[in-house]
């Protein structure tokens, strides 16, 4: 038999690990938007893709936005660290989406 719990909202608990994941998530999507907001234009093609261990992994749209922000580093390492709750942050990570490819 199917169990009826999971699909319930009534029984979602924001306590509990799915909780903490939404919570995660609000806060990723926060940053993300921050980001893109002090970005210059020709790196528009970036987007926070993880947080982890003071590092900020991004991904880039296409390989030139990529080429572009790694010739950057350091602005936008200090644009990050302006955002508040990312001043933390140590080292940026930088790859392309390749799902579009």
Same mark, same amino acid.
């Given at each position: ?5 999971? %699909? *319930?909202? $009534?029984? =979602?608990?924001? @306590? ?5 994941? !939404?919570?995660?998530? &609000? ?5 993300n938007e ?6 210059p ?10 947080? %982890? *261990?003071? $590092?900020? =992994?991004?991904? @880039? ?5 990529? !080429?572009?922000?790694? &010739? ?10 302006k ?12 790859s392309?989406d390749?799902?579009?490819?």
């Amino acid at each position: 038999m199917h169990d009826k719990t999971k %699909e *319930n909202p $009534t029984n =979602f608990m924001p @306590a509990g690990s799915l909780g903490r994941l !939404f919570e995660k998530a &609000k806060s990723h999507n926060h940053f993300n938007e921050l980001l893109k907001a002090c970005l210059p234009k020709e790196l528009a093609g970036l987007s926070l893709c993880l947080i %982890e *261990n003071n $590092t900020v =992994f991004l991904v @880039a749209k296409n390989s030139s936005v990529a !080429f572009r922000a790694k &010739k950057q580093k350091k602005q936008l390492l200090s644009a990050i660290k302006k955002i508040e709750g990312l001043s933390a942050v140590k080292l940026i990570s930088i790859s392309v989406d390749e799902k579009k490819y």
